[in-house]
Each structure stands twice: as C-alpha cells, then as structure tokens.
Nanobody, 119 residues
Framework: QVQLVESGGGWVRTGGSRRLSCAVS????????MAWVRQAPGKQREFVAS???????NYSDSVKGRFTISRDNAKNTVYLQMNSLEPEDTAVYYC?????????????WGEGTQVTVSS
C-alpha cells in the first residue's frame, strides 16, 4: 500500500521561503507523476505544480518563477520549494503522486500540510 507523508508546513513571514516534503512509502518501482495542489480557505482546490517524465514540469501562473517542484528518487520524496511567499499562498498544500508498483499504477493523495504566510 502506498502512503504519503507530507511535512514542512507552518507559518512563514511574507517574502520568506519554505520547503514542503512528501515522502512516499510502500513498495514502488517508480514515481511516474507528481504534483502539488493547494486549497485556500473558502476556495476550490487549485493546481500548483507538476512533473512527469512525459510532460515535463508545469506551474500555475501564480507561482511560476517562485516555486520549484523536484524529487529525490533515492529517498522516494517529492519536494516543493517555495520562495518569495505571499499571503495569497496561504493554503493547505496536498501532494499527489502516481506510482508504478507490483500491483500496477496507483494514484495517492497526501493528507495536506498547512502553510500560512503573513507579515
């Protein structure tokens, strides 16, 4: 069974940086797709960033140039480096991965980590 554990959330001052981590546990052969989405209070969940071998890296216009999605295959961990944070970035951030494993491909979501940006 594939599980995700997110970490790195918390309070950060406007203009600051934060790195979110998403550790993938379970028996997998590879992470074929990874993404971060977020949901701000009272708003719908929105796409932030994604990466796959086929489609490359994509970012929403609101975070392009400030956020970077990456991975460490040896650690089966996905990251979201967030720089120049703004109050509008305040949200619960969710990790989403599609993995290949002995039971085939599986889509898994994390439980979310809160990021609060203020001055």
């Amino acid at each position: 069974q594939v599980q995700l554990v997110e970490s790195g959330g918390g309070w950060v001052r406007t203009g600051g940086s934060r790195r979110l981590s998403c550790a993938v546990s379970g028996t997998i052969f590879s992470i074929d797709f990874m993404a971060w989405v977020r949901q701000a209070p009272g708003k719908q969940r929105e796409f932030v960033a994604s990466e796959s071998s086929g489609a490359g890296t994509n970012y929403s216009d609101s975070v392009k140039g400030r956020f970077t999605i990456s991975r460490d295959n040896a650690k089966n961990t996905v990251y979201l480096q967030m720089n120049s944070l703004e109050p509008e970035d305040t949200a619960v951030y969710y990790c989403n991965v599609i993995t290949a494993g002995p039971m085939g491909r599986k889509t898994t979501w994390g439980e979310g980590t809160q990021v609060t940006v203020s001055s």
